[in-house]
Structure formats: structure tokens, C-alpha cells
């Protein structure tokens, strides 16, 4: 069973749609932690509610950024997860835990990357930005981090069709659906040794039925 570590800021429903996969045996992982920068977000609520462990580090409690940060990885490193998994962090992962836990950290991002990624570009600025664009089509991808924003190697996508009709609400919508739909398939894949390294591009290796 692999040991998993998320990190959210906001409502968590990503982070709950993980745990409920969990929970109901399809991903064979445990959340040791929570770790956020708002200890009044709906991850936290939810944490408490869950019985998961959560831990709080933001410049309020850890004005100075590089103790802040060594806090961070002296915590991860206490529970070495196998998997750090952002689910709405809205904070930049600090290079130093990027570097220790290369190909270790994955993330959720609201549109078709390389599009519409980058600084900036979080929430409801990625879906007005897609719509302004006159795109027909957006999704969420799941990549695994690097130390800029949005450019790690793309893991899995899923895509959903703009229609006429659609604002930056309703496509935030369809998007934030498909999400729970495909951050737990990741995860599962993730925790059953499927996602392979090929020319130093990430792939998940479909279960193959007997």
C-alpha cells in the first residue's frame, strides 16, 4: 500500500474524491497527511472529519521563507510518501522538496496543457481565459511537477467539447467533474506500479483483463 501525502488550499473536493476512492478499496493507498497553507479552507474541515492528519505551513506561522520551506521537507522526509498529490495548492512547491521528491509529485490543472498553464493561471482565470480564446475544447491534464509552474511531463488528460452556450461557470463545471474522475484513476494507477518511465515521458500501462 503506498503512502500518500496531498496538499490543498481550497474546498478539496479533488482531495475528498481521492479519499473516497480510498476508502471505498479502489485505491489501494493511505493519506498520512494534509498538509495546506489555510487552516480554514474545506480540505482541512474535511481532514478533521476524516480522521487524516493535517499539518499547517504558511507565512503566518513561518514568516521566513527558507525556514518555511526546510519545515516543509523535514516533514515530508519524516513520512517519505510515495506520492505527493496537489489538489488545488496554491502555493508554488519549493524546488528544494521538488528536487527531493523528483517524479514523486503530481498536480491537477484545469485546462489541456501546454495551453493555458503557467503563473496566473489557476481557477476560474484558466476557464475565462479558454472561453476568451474561442477554444473548442478544454479538459483537465494531471502532470507530475518540475520547478516551473505547469511544465512537468503530462501524465493523463481528459478532454470535454465547448459548447455555444457554455460560460467560464458552467465549462469550471465540466471540467471540475471530469477531475474527480480522472485524479482518482491516476492515483490508482499510481498505487498499483502501472505508470512506467519510457525516454523520460511518464505512461500508464492499461490493466489487461484475463
Known amino acids: 500500500m503506498k503512502v500518500l501525502t496531498v496538499f490543498a488550499s481550497g474546498g478539496g473536493s479533488n482531495f475528498k474524491a481521492i479519499h473516497h476512492s480510498i476508502v471505498s478499496g479502489e485505491i489501494h493507498g493511505e493519506i498520512a497527511l494534509l498538509v495546506s497553507n489555510n487552516p480554514n479552507c474545506g480540505a482541512v474541515k474535511y481532514a478533521d472529519e476524516a ?5 499547517i505551513i504558511n507565512q503566518s ?3 521566513e521563507k527558507k525556514y518555511r520551506d526546510d519545515t516543509m521537507l523535514e516533514i515530508l522526509l519524516g513520512i517519505e ?3 505527493i498529490i496537489l489538489a488545488g495548492y496554491m502555493k508554488k512547491i519549493p524546488d528544494k522538496v521538488v528536487n527531493r521528491f523528483n517524479k514523486k509529485i503530481v498536480n491537477i490543472h484545469p485546462a489541456l496543457l501546454p495551453k ?6 489557476y481557477g476560474m482565470n484558466v476557464h475565462q481565459a479558454v472561453m476568451n480564446a474561442g477554444e473548442e475544447k478544454s479538459g483537465a491534464t494531471v502532470h507530475f511537477v518540475n520547478e516551473e509552474y505547469d511544465k512537468g511531463s503530462i501524465l493523463a488528460q481528459e478532454e470535454v ?3 455555444p452556450q457554455d460560460t ?14 480522472l485524479y482518482p484513476q491516476v492515483i ?9 518511465w519510457k525516454n523520460n515521458q511518464p505512461k500508464i500501462e492499461e490493466v489487461i483483463e484475463n
Do not use: M
Request: charged content about 35%; aromatic content about 10%.
Open 116 to 121: 493555458f498553464g503557467g503563473k496566473g493561471y
Open 168 to 181: 467560464a461557470k458552467s465549462l469550471a463545471e465540466k471540467v471540475l467533474k471530469i477531475e474527480h474522475e
Open 188 to 196: 490508482k494507477a499510481y498505487c498499483e506500479d502501472r505508470i512506467i
Open 61 to 63: 506561522r513561518y514568516p
Open 51 to 55: 480522521g487524516i492528519t493535517h499539518t
Open 81 to 83: 510518501p510515495d506520492l
Open 161 to 163: 467539447i465547448i459548447e
